[in-house]
């Protein structure tokens, strides 16, 4: 007997080995995919091994890259921001667009007592490290419990959502990401409506279940999440509809690209907080595109209380002789909000925000754009309608300002602007209170 | 007819013939680390390099070759799989059967074979990266139920891309080699 043992020894222990592994991993399979909570105490002694090392290396990396491109490296930054103060330009005019819309949207939902849910915190985090095997597509970063992270926090960057949390260490998480196989994600066609379930697949590929094959589903469709599953809210990028094939048990098989390069991760932001609340209406559009345009045209400099006073006496007709020529003054008009919000500033407030007034596209900024603009908007007004009540001497002095935002524009937008009443017939910027005589009784 | 004491077959070996080596504790336990740590970090910019290279497997090899014992092959196996496990959010164990296995091959086929010339360290590796990815694939779809796509193409440019890595890798490793 001894002899046999001793012959097959090495035999033996490897199949104790196995058996025993074996033995493990079946425990962990019966206990279902929670089991990464069980073994934790075994997986935390490895990350807290690997983790210091990466660390370190990503930290090595960055500041070695900020150090190259924030002080060496510096080759079109004039050009680039340029370009960039130009994007903004165009994305503001995009944004007040938007915000009728969006305003809109949010008076409907109060209406119907629709809840949403809000990103109101949000942890940014760096990824330092992966699983390293392309059957398990996990990433690390380097956030836990120390910084507020909870397991099954979404996991998003500014493109579209990556994963979600699935193991939190003290300071370092375990990120699931959404082209894992035991992965997924409720999501909805953007145009089409249509609900479904993303999931990843062995290859690292995501794709679409649950929609039926008898719907239309189109390729580049926006394919965005749909709240259902509680850890993603509502709306956000996924990614876009690559392929879609006849699949089995009469269900469509869609592969959609994600949105986010999910093999080039370097930050991401965790959702640790969301709220869940009604829209609120807002009740008007406080900037609007054709001020944005008009905060771009050189503005008339401030001048001293007497040299103002001054300059309204000797414009005064010249103001008029010009308003006499013009075929619609808009002045009285202005003047006379201006007057009535000097006497009661609320009501002339509420009067200017009534929307239903059925005007003239071109005489719009003129009449609206004096008691619109903010003095943190143009810093070249020191005095607004907003101020009327210390010094009621000075109501006119918006108008001063009204050639300034209506005057002719000397750049005009580009072509792909919307459309914007932004050119009237004005005064020209050398007559700058045309108004002044109609405010003046005498 | 006479025979010599030299003229002795070269293909039997024996394990007084074979040179058995050890390792320091340093490199035993910082060499596998260092396998585990760039296989964890390097797919974040290279990711086709996770699907193609398994660094701690040509650890597995290398230590199961060069210390030529099958119960210190089998536990280096063991250990650096059931490591490599912990990475992931698989269940453990799946490839710490599979480099079990490996690390008991490798060494036992080190007392049998003479697998000092790159060409016998080439093939070895080609061939337990194909026994590695039968016994996970096995125990990953049978054990765990995971989807699972065996592929003879990407299993053997695999097989070939660890063989050639590997090679390099263990002649930069036999400078670590303490003779018994």
Do not use: C
Not at chain 1, 202 to 227: H, P, W
Not at chain 2, 156 to 163: D, E, K, R, S
């Amino acid at each position: 007997m001894e002899s046999v043992l001793g012959r097959y020894r090495n035999l033996i222990i490897l199949v104790g080995v196995l058996f025993l592994q074996v033995l493990g991993l079946a425990v962990q399979v019966k206990r279902g995919p929670n089991d990464a909570q069980d073994t934790r105490l075994i997986r935390i002694w490895m990350v807290g091994a690997i983790s210091p090392f990466e660390r370190g290396l990503v930290w090595i990396k960055n500041s070695g890259s900020d150090i190259w491109h924030n002080y060496f490296y510096l080759r079109g930054v004039r050009a680039e921001n340029r370009q960039l103060k130009e994007q903004i330009e165009q994305m503001r005019l995009e944004e007040v667009r938007l915000s009728e819309d969006a305003a809109q949207a949010h008076r409907l939902q109060n209406l119907l007592a629709f809840k949403e849910q809000f990103i109101a915190k949000t942890v940014a985090a760096q990824v330092i490290g992966s699983s390293g095997s392309d059957l398990s597509r996990v990433i690390y970063i380097d956030k836990g419990e120390d910084a507020g992270l909870q397991r099954d926090m979404a996991v998003i960057t500014a493109d579209g959502i990556v994963g979600k949390i699935l193991v939190v260490y003290p300071s370092v998480s375990q990120v699931l990401l959404i082209n894992d196989q035991s992965s997924g994600v409720g999501v909805i066609l953007e145009k089409s409506r249509l609900q479904g379930v993303l999931r990843g697949t062995a290859n690292g590929e995501v794709v679409l279940e649950r929609v039926m094959s008898d719907e239309q589903v189109q390729n580049g469709e926006t394919v965005l999440t749909s709240g259902g599953d509680q850890i993603f809210p509502k709306g956000l990028p996924v990614g876009t509809v690559s392929k879609v094939a006849m699949g089995k048990d009469l269900f469509l098989n869609i592969k959609v690209k994600p949105s986010s390069d999910l093999s080039r991760l370097e930050e991401v932001l965790v959702l640790v907080e969301k709220q869940e609340r009604q829209p609120a209406a807002e009740a008007a559009t406080h900037v609007r595109a054709a001020d944005i345009l008009a905060q771009r045209l050189p503005s008339v400099p401030d001048k001293p209380a007497d040299a103002s006073a001054a300059t309204s006496g000797a414009a005064g007709p010249t103001s008029a002789g010009n308003n006499a020529a013009k075929p619609a003054p808009r002045a009285p008009s202005a003047a006379t909000n201006s007057v009535a919000q000097a006497k009661n500033p609320v009501q002339a407030q509420s009067a200017q925000t009534q929307p239903a007034q059925p005007k003239p596209a071109q005489t719009k900024v003129v009449q609206t754009k004096p008691d619109q603009t903010r003095p943190d908007q143009t810093t070249t007004q020191p005095i607004t309608a907003d101020q009327p009540k210390t010094d009621p001497s000075k109501t006119d002095q918006p108008k001063m300002n009204q050639p300034k935002i209506a005057q002719p524009k000397p750049a005009q937008p580009p072509s792909d602007q919307p459309k914007l009443p932004t050119k009237p017939a004005t005064p020209p910027q050398t007559n700058p209170q045309p108004a002044s005589d109609d405010d003046n009784p005498h | 007819m006479t025979t010599t004491h030299t003229s002795v077959p070269i293909t039997y070996t024996s394990g007084e013939q074979v040179e058995v080596y050890r390792f320091s504790v340093p490199v035993t336990i910082g060499v596998p680390l260092l396998a585990l740590f760039i296989q964890a970090f390097v797919p974040l910019r290279y990711p086709r390099f996770a699907v193609y290279l398994d660094l701690p497997l040509l650890v597995t090899i290398f230590f199961g070759m060069a210390r030529r014992n099958p119960i210190s092959g089998l536990f280096t196996g063991a250990v650096i799989g059931l490591a490599q496990d912990m990475l992931g959010h698989n269940p453990i164990g799946i490839y710490g059967i599979a480099k079990t296995v490996v690390g008991y091959g490798a060494s036992s086929l080190g007392v049998k074979l003479d697998v000092e010339n790159a060409g016998a360290r080439f093939l070895v590796t080609l061939g337990f990266y194909l026994v590695h990815s039968a016994v996970y694939f096995t125990v990953a779809r049978g054990m765990v139920n995971m989807t699972q796509h065996w592929s003879w193409v990407n299993g053997i440019l695999a097989g070939l891309a660890n063989a050639t890595l590997g090679t390099f890798l263990y002649f930069a490793l036999d400078k670590f080699k303490q003779r018994t």
